[in-house]
């Protein structure tokens, strides 16, 4: 049996940035996305900022890839 975690940094160094993205997006989007600790929160919270880490990922790659 294969352990696959999904979430685990294929760049290590990269999990600060990525901490930070994640908090800038839960601001933009009235999520109350603290450090730490966040049971709190409801499924659909974190899924749309999850959610919108992706969009704004795949945006970024596909104008990088246009050149732009």
């Known amino acids: 049996m294969t352990n696959n975690n999904s ?3 294929e760049v ?3 999990k600060e940035a990525m901490d930070k993205f994640k908090m800038e997006v839960a601001n933009e989007l009235g999520v109350p996305l603290k450090n730490g600790y966040n049971g709190d929160l409801t499924s659909k919270q ?4 999850g959610g919108e880490m992706v969009r704004q990922m795949i945006k ?3 104008q990088e890839m246009a050149g732009k």
């Open 7 to 9: 979430s685990r940094m």
């Open 12 to 14: 290590p160094q990269a």
């Open 46 to 49: 974190n899924g749309s900022v």
């Open 60 to 62: 970024r790659q596909e």
